[in-house]
Structure formats: structure tokens, C-alpha cells
Nanobody, 118 residues
Framework: QVQLVESGGGLVQPGGSLKLSCAAS????????MSWYRQGPGKERELVAK????????IYADSVKGRFTISRDNAMNVVYLQMNSLKPEDTAVYYC???????????WGQGTQVTVSS
């Protein structure tokens, strides 16, 4: 059974940092493109960052470029999202996504809440 388990969310003041982790099990992690999505209050789910299987291509949403960094450890089956200079508009539930290279299979984590507030 495939599981994606996010952790690291919480409450942080504007300008602060958080590091999210997503631990994957039940799949060949190195064969999956990994992404972070988020869904803010009253908003649609949006892509935050995406990293390919061999880390040769990384994509960021314009709203997080220069502040967020996605990385992966294929030996540990974990994908990370380092979030710096957080803003109130970054408040959202953050979801981990795994998608196979062919696109035939896709999995989601349960989400972790990030709240940026003073």
C-alpha cells in the first residue's frame, strides 16, 4: 500500500521558516516525480514546486521562487520543502504528490497545515 506522510507544518510568524517532509513508502520512489501542492482558504489547489526523478529539473510557482526550495533523497524516500521568508499568503494545507513518469499512477498525502501569522 502506497503511503505519503507529510510532516513539519505548524504556526510561524511572517518572515520565519519551516521545512516540510514527505516520507514515501510502498512505491519505487526514485521512479516518481515528486511535487508539493497547497490549498489556501477558499482557494483552489495549486502547484508549489516539482522535482523530477533524477533532480535534473525543478519547477517553482512564481509566488515562491527565491523563497522555497524542493529537494529529494532517493535513498531515504523523502522529499522536502524548505520554506523561508514566509508570508501570510503562504498559509495553506500543503500536500505531497507522487506521479509516475508515465503519468499512469498518482498518489497524494493527507496534507499538513502551514499557518503564517503574527
Amino acid at each position: 500500500q502506497v503511503q505519503l506522510v507529510e510532516s513539519g507544518g505548524g504556526l510561524v510568524q511572517p518572515g520565519g521558516s519551516l521545512k516540510l517532509s514527505c516520507a514515501a513508502s510502498g512505491l519505487t520512489f526514485s521512479s516518481y516525480r515528486m511535487s508539493w501542492y497547497r490549498q489556501g482558504p477558499g482557494k483552489e489547489r495549486e502547484l508549489v514546486a516539482k522535482i523530477t526523478t533524477t533532480v535534473n529539473r525543478i519547477i517553482y510557482a512564481d509566488s515562491v521562487k527565491g523563497r522555497f526550495t524542493i529537494s529529494r533523497d532517493n535513498a531515504m524516500n523523502v522529499v522536502y520543502l524548505q520554506m523561508n521568508s514566509l508570508k501570510p499568503e503562504d498559509t495553506a494545507v500543503y500536500y505531497c504528490n507522487a506521479r509516475s513518469i508515465t503519468g499512469a499512477t498518482e498518489y497524494w498525502g493527507q496534507g499538513t497545515q502551514v499557518t503564517v501569522s503574527s
